[in-house]
């Protein structure tokens, strides 16, 4: 008997890249359904233009990808697989596809650090469901400056959303698809900048 198909493929659905197949050949990776991306990018038209993406726990890197095919200035991937990062930097390559900076490290790592540019204008947050807690991993993009009140944070879980809200985080955006929770998430703060 022969073992299973672990290979992960995801095709590009919008933007100038449409069409591009990503695939990588690891079973803990769980590609965005094709059904949420095309809502989490509708939500997202209105401020995909020239931002700054920042793509935690990568995978196939269909966000990244997907971003910059409509209209994103860069993306910065993380993922501490070396088979996906591998797999982002081949098609990186085969398809010609710029804008895109693929780091090999630890996302929760990183983000402990104290981030030294200028925070991201839009984070996608889909790692491996229960392994991780989400509130924690909100609290570290901004305490360590990765996000700002500007920021507009993705979030994918198998659970539900809502008690990630409070008086400092509003969700602006979700819905459910399946077994799949996704939002969108801002910093309630103002801006004190003129």
Known sequence: MSAPNKMKKVRVIGGKHKGVLLSVDD???????????????????????????????????????????????????????????????????????????????????????????????IIFIDPPYKKFKLQQIIENLYKQSWADEESLIYLESNECLDKLVSSKYQLIKDSKAGNVYYGILKSTTQSSKK
């Open 27 to 121: 079973e803990l990776i769980k590609p965005t359904p094709d059904r949420v991306r095309e809502t989490l990018f509708n939500w997202l038209m209105p401020n995909i233009e020239d931002a700054n993406i920042l793509e935690l726990f990568g995978g196939t890197g269909c966000l990244s990808v997907e971003s910059i095919s409509r209209g994103a200035n860069s993306a910065v991937y993380i993922d501490s697989s070396s088979k996906a990062c591998g797999a982002i930097k081949d098609s990186l390559i085969r398809y010609r596809l710029n804008g895109i900076e693929v780091e090999c490290k630890d996302s929760m790592q990183m983000i402990q650090e104290k981030n030294r540019d200028d925070p991201f204008d």
